[in-house]
């Protein structure tokens, strides 16, 4: 299929961030590498794979403002009032670069994860851990092995940094073909990457499963575990999280971010666990924690706290989950059972003409195109806005 390149900053001007760029700013930025060109297919799409691509929204000229922004999975609820808080009571400070106050955090982290600092690296973000370590990885080439349809931020970095990518189809059960994954690496494997729970199908791998896996293949290849939706597992930390490895210092790398259970998306924190060896490896080309905002710091502190609040997300995300899922299957749909704080489903319509029309019931949603289908991804966000979405699905999917 013919592909074109197009500069990113002239294709946003050109009317993306009008009514269908709500939707499409989630996806089109990979931190480190923003300013590189975008690939788009004949029919104006992104194609990650042959069998894996994104719709992206026609283009239209008025502004929306959408009533339920369901298409970046963040969480509606938060940040925790603690850390609202805790922010506005150092906001005053925002002039001041963080050092003491970094460390603070990292010493908090270590103590959560059973780890010690020196097992920590900071971020803005998860996605900034990822990025880094593929810049790190694949700059003199080599691949990456990772289930195919996955998140993409790591891959595509990987990708720019001039490496490749091992596409691994997930099982007809949505978990990671662990076998064909092993099977898959060779001399030019650089790194095997797993997002668990995945993204963008919210399913989860067995965690006994996974960690006898992360356990042996580590003795040959790292292996970096993405678990930025854990968190909305009432066990998640305790049973599916692969941090334990690290402390057996395995060569494994744990990414986990603020910006879910947490609701901080916009404060912009993340860490990564790995073993010391690795992190050095990592931090030779950057400074992760220069990325944290002052602010931001307090309210991360603040937020490791209010268990409270994280209890209530959780529980809220699963209530908005299980409405969707019972009002879908209901509707006619088949959803695929969810561990996060999102949802996919196949629709019978083509993905741009079901953005567009989503788009005009001012509810955001995504599309994507894999195993033969045509997905709509749908966040979690309040019951309110969930009854809005299923309500425009309704009238859209007729």
Same mark, same amino acid.
Request: hydrophobic residues 40%.
């Given at each position: 299929?013919?592909?074109?390149? +197009?500069?990113?900053?002239?294709?946003?001007?050109?009317? @993306?961030?009008?009514?269908?760029?709500?939707?499409?700013?989630?996806?089109?930025?990979?931190?480190?590498?923003?300013?590189?060109?975008?690939?788009?297919?004949?029919?104006?799409?992104?194609?990650?794979?042959?069998?894996?691509?994104?719709?992206?929204?026609?283009?239209?000229?008025?502004?929306?403002?959408?009533? %339920?922004?369901?298409?970046?999975?963040?969480?509606?609820?938060?940040?925790?009032?603690?850390?609202?808080?805790?922010?506005?009571?150092?906001?005053?400070?925002?002039?001041?670069?963080?050092?003491?106050?970094?460390?603070?955090?990292?010493?908090?982290?270590?103590?959560?994860?059973?780890?010690?600092?020196?097992?920590?690296?900071?971020?803005?973000?998860?996605?900034?851990?990822?990025?880094?370590?593929?810049?790190?990885?694949?700059?003199?080439?080599?691949?990456?092995?990772?289930?195919?349809?996955?998140?993409?931020?790591?891959?595509?970095?990987?990708?720019?940094?001039?490496?490749?990518?091992?596409?691994?189809?997930?099982?007809?059960?949505?978990?990671?073909?662990?076998?064909?994954?092993?099977?898959?690496?060779?001399?030019?494997?650089?790194?095997?990457?797993?997002?668990?729970?995945?993204?963008?199908?919210?399913?989860?791998?067995?965690?006994?499963?996974? @960690?006898?896996?992360?356990?042996?293949?580590?003795?040959?290849?790292?292996?970096?575990?993405?678990? %930025?939706?854990?968190?909305?597992?009432?066990?998640?930390?305790?049973?599916?999280?692969?941090?334990?490895?690290?402390?057996?210092?395995?060569?494994?790398?744990?990414?986990?971010?603020?910006?879910?259970?947490?609701?901080?998306?916009?404060?912009?924190?993340?860490?990564?666990?790995?073993?010391?060896?690795?992190?050095?490896?990592?931090?030779?080309?950057?400074?992760?924690?220069?990325?944290?905002?002052?602010?931001?710091?307090?309210? %991360?502190?603040?937020?490791?706290?209010?268990?409270?609040?994280?209890?209530?997300?959780?529980?809220?995300?699963?209530?908005?989950?299980?409405?969707?899922?019972?009002?879908?299957?209901? @509707?006619?749909?088949?959803?695929?059972?969810?561990?996060?704080?999102?949802?996919?489903?196949?629709?019978?319509?083509?993905?741009?003409?079901?953005?567009?029309?989503?788009?005009?019931?001012?509810?955001?949603?995504?599309?994507?195109?894999?195993?033969?289908?045509?997905?709509?991804?749908?966040?979690?966000?309040?019951?309110?806005?969930?009854?809005?979405?299923?309500?425009?699905?309704?009238?859209?999917? +007729?």
């Amino acid at each position: 299929m013919k592909t074109t390149t +197009v500069n990113r900053r002239e294709w946003l001007k050109k009317g @993306m961030l009008t009514a269908a760029g709500v939707m499409a700013a989630p996806y089109l930025s990979h931190g480190a590498f923003s300013s590189r060109p975008i690939t788009i297919d004949a029919e104006g799409n992104i194609p990650y794979t042959p069998f894996f691509k994104e719709y992206l929204p026609y283009n239209v000229t008025n502004s929306v403002d959408l009533a %339920a922004k369901l298409n970046a999975n963040e969480n509606p609820y938060g940040p925790s009032p603690m850390a609202v808080e805790a922010l506005q009571k150092v906001a005053y400070k925002g002039n001041r670069y963080a050092w003491q106050e970094l460390f603070d955090l990292m010493d908090k982290i270590a103590k959560y994860e059973g780890l010690e600092s020196k097992n920590i690296i900071m971020g803005p973000g998860s996605s900034d851990i990822l990025e880094k370590t593929a810049m790190v990885f694949f700059k003199d080439g080599g691949n990456v092995v990772s289930a195919d349809p996955s998140y993409m931020s790591l891959i595509k970095v990987a990708q720019a940094t001039g490496g490749t990518w091992k596409a691994i189809p997930l099982k007809d059960d949505w978990s990671h073909d662990l076998d064909a994954m092993e099977k898959a690496i060779d001399a030019d494997t650089k790194l095997v990457y797993i997002c668990n729970p995945n993204n963008p199908t919210g399913t989860i791998t067995d965690s006994k499963k996974l @960690m006898d896996f992360c356990s042996r293949v580590s003795e040959k290849v790292p292996v970096f575990v993405d678990e %930025a939706y854990l968190g909305f597992l009432e066990d998640g930390h305790k049973v599916h999280s692969m941090a334990p490895l690290v402390k057996e210092g395995k060569n494994v790398i744990v990414a986990r971010t603020f910006s879910k259970i947490h609701g901080m998306a916009g404060l912009r924190v993340g860490y990564g666990l790995a073993t010391p060896e690795t992190l050095a490896r990592i931090e030779k080309i950057t400074r992760g924690g220069m990325g944290i905002s002052f602010t931001s710091i307090f309210a %991360a502190l603040a937020s490791m706290d209010d268990i409270e609040f994280q209890k209530k997300s959780r529980d809220l995300n699963t209530a908005s989950r299980k409405y969707v899922f019972e009002a879908l299957k209901e @509707m006619g749909h088949k959803p695929v059972e969810s561990y996060t704080s999102f949802m996919i489903f196949p629709i019978e319509m083509e993905g741009k003409a079901f953005l567009e029309k989503m788009t005009a019931e001012k509810v955001g949603v995504r599309a994507f195109e894999f195993m033969d289908k045509t997905w709509c991804r749908v966040s979690m966000g309040t019951m309110d806005e969930m009854k809005l979405f299923t309500a425009a699905l309704d009238k859209v999917l +007729v």
